[in-house]
């Protein structure tokens, strides 16, 4: 049913769908409505046989979704910023174990400095600890990732992240189409665990494992992402045959054809950056967007198909790998590896700095006439960043960096985006 | 595509009059996105929401940066935010105020916009008159369908009761509704400042 709601309240429907049966959270910051929305559907009775669970922190959560995940039950949680820090070693565990935990990240920064707003940094910090990782562009694909989520995890026994835009989707509201239980229930059959904690068939899962096994352990980890990157096409198309509308797969070429510039990013930006295409495109730049929705596995082969013709590419990141730059980038990087093209990293939307199309405008502008450095930061204000270093050559001891920056920045709230 | 910007401080229902208007245009059959300015959310601290509505899919995540319509749900907010910064020509601004906009000190705005694109209404009065409480949020939205004419005013009431089932959504539906004639009296009056 088409509708108009908030990109949590799409999720928590969506998920709901999916017919989970533990569903675990802490629900205080750093929380969504997901969790809250899923936790009224239990207690109302409008989503049965699951167990929703408060636990006491995020590696509870993750704890808890890992052992009934392991019993069997089709588990799920959401988490993001310093508390998907907090259940880092579940994460990795959730993983090796190759549990197929489905969870949503409301993307978001990780400080310090304290920081709630947009950006990439706490999934990022995640993505070599086995999970899968899809990124959704806007709330309608967001929604229907969470069911592709489930059928590529339960196929694979491989954990999968969700990851959406922390503010930017998760508090927006737009129009979403809420697929039927029906459509749901034809496309993703019912969980099959290829381990199962049962005391009349005992397992046990988890054992120490030495130097003999571990590599052996570890390497079909990676052979089932490289399986993840046939599966998550196709599972897509299908999805397109069933409900009628694309969501997903590795990654998605806009106005790529004839582009002499081609930006790659992940996520919400997406959007934006497609506008600036357009408005572009209409006055005769050749330049195209390449959404990359799939980052674990990375999709290496389809990356250089879509970008080998392009005389550059910028990659476009909401995450800094602080002392050498991009995340994005080294993938796509790699992708290239022989092809001769100009390439540009771009840092952009740190703690929810608004990435707006103006900026974006002047940036690709540059970017065609090879003016970019090859590492730059989007609308970084080097007046503040130039005092503060100035602060520091002036005296030892200078103080807390953030705190001198907000008095020099002066009050909060005053300012527009 | 038309943008809203609606400016008031936490506790207030900015972020709720956002959606509620996406609702009001989904309702009409558009495309509409409402987001927040994302904010730490404090009662009391100035907090902005946002509204686009178009004809076709939305896809621009960026904040409202040249409305072509304002909100203004707390007028002390004049004196502290930069609440004009972008305003289309021939853009609108509504403020919750028992006071005119020359009371206000802001007539000259008018200036750029048309004096029937510039109104006060004492929301936060209407709606302590209508439903016991002062939160002007849905009062505006009716203000908002008569300066603008984007919406009906019936897409605007159908999206209150939506938001607030039963009483609640009753007594905001008449309050939007005073504030709807109020404005549509006081854009009919002749300019009397101009």
């Known amino acids: 049913m088409l509708k108009q709601t908030e990109g949590s309240h799409a999720i928590a429907e969506a998920v709901a769908l999916c017919r989970p049966e533990v569903i675990c959270a802490y629900p205080i910051t750093p929380q969504t409505h997901i969790v809250e929305g899923l936790g009224e559907m239990v207690k109302d009775g409008s989503l049965t046989g699951c167990e929703f669970i408060n636990v006491e922190s995020e590696f509870a959560a993750l704890s808890v979704a890992i052992g009934s995940s392991a019993a069997g039950a089709r588990s799920y949680t959401a988490t993001a910023s310093q508390g998907i820090l907090f259940m880092a070693e579940a ?215 879509a970008l080998i013709k392009a005389k550059r590419v910028v990659v476009l990141e909401k995450s800094l790998a602080v002392g050498i730059g991009g995340v994005v980038s080294d993938g796509v990087r790699k992708a290239l590896s022989g092809v001769v093209l100009r390439g540009y990293t771009v840092i952009a939307g740190l703690g929810g700095r608004a990435i707006t199309g103006k900026s974006l405008r002047a940036l690709f502008e540059k970017a065609e006439r090879d003016e970019l450095e090859m590492l730059s930061f989007l609308d970084l204000n080097w007046d503040v960043v130039e005092r503060e270093l100035e602060r520091g050559r002036q005296q030892r001891r200078s103080g807390p960096t953030a705190e001198n920056i907000l008095r020099d920045l002066g009050p909060a709230g005053a300012r527009i985006g | 595509m038309f943008q809203v910007r609606i400016h008031g401080r936490g506790g207030q229902g900015v972020v709720s009059a956002a959606e509620m208007l996406s609702v009001a245009a989904f309702d009409e059959g558009r495309f509409a996105q409402a987001f927040p300015s994302f904010g730490s959310e404090r009662m009391g601290a100035p907090v902005m929401a946002f509204c686009r509505i178009d004809t076709r899919e939305i896809r621009s995540r960026e904040p409202v940066m040249q409305p072509d319509a304002l909100i203004i749900q707390d007028p002390t907010l004049l004196h502290q935010v930069d609440l004009f910064s972008g305003l289309a020509a021939g853009g609108f601004i509504l403020i919750n105020s028992r006071r005119s906009a020359e009371e206000l000190g802001i007539a000259e705005l008018a200036h750029g916009i048309g004096h029937d694109h510039l109104c006060t209404v004492p929301a936060s009065d209407l709606a302590l008159k209508h439903t016991g409480r002062s939160m002007p949020n849905a009062a505006l939205l009716g203000g908002f369908a008569a300066i603008t004419g984007q919406l009906h005013l019936d897409s605007v009431t159908k999206a209150i009761r939506e938001k607030f089932p039963g009483k609640v959504g009753e007594s905001n539906v008449a309050a939007a509704e005073a504030a709807y004639e109020h404005v549509m009296k006081e854009r009919q009056s002749p300019a009397t400042h101009a």
């Open chain 1, 91 to 305: 994460v990795y565990n959730a993983a090796g174990l190759g549990l197929p935990i489905v969870m949503t990240i409301g993307n978001r920064a990780i400080g310090a400095p304290i920081n709630i707003w947009n950006d990439h940094s706490d999934s990022m910090s995640m993505r070599d600890a086995g999970w899968i990782q899809l990124y959704a562009e806007n709330n309608q694909e967001a929604a229907d990732l969470h069911i592709q989520a489930f059928r590529l995890a339960e196929e694979l026994s491989c954990p999968v992240m969700v990851c959406v835009d922390g503010f930017i989707l998760t508090h927006a509201y737009e129009r979403v189409d809420i697929p039927t239980q029906a459509q749901v229930d034809e496309y993703l059959p019912p969980f099959e665990p290829v381990q199962q904690l049962d005391c009349d068939d005992p397992v046990s899962i988890g054992a120490m494992v030495g130097p003999e096994a571990f590599f052996e352990v570890r390497y079909l980890q990676h052979y089932k992402q490289q399986r993840a990157l046939e599966l998550i096409p196709h599972f897509a198309e299908e999805f397109k045959n069933l409900f009628g509308r694309e969501a997903g797969g590795l990654v998605r070429a806009y106005q790529c054809d004839d582009a002499e510039t081609i930006v790659v990013a992940l996520g919400s930006v997406n959007g934006t950056i497609k506008d600036v295409v357009d408005e572009m495109r209409a006055v005769g730049h050749r330049i195209g967007v390449l959404t990359l929705c799939s980052f674990r596995p990375f999709p290496l082969t389809a990356v250089r198909t």
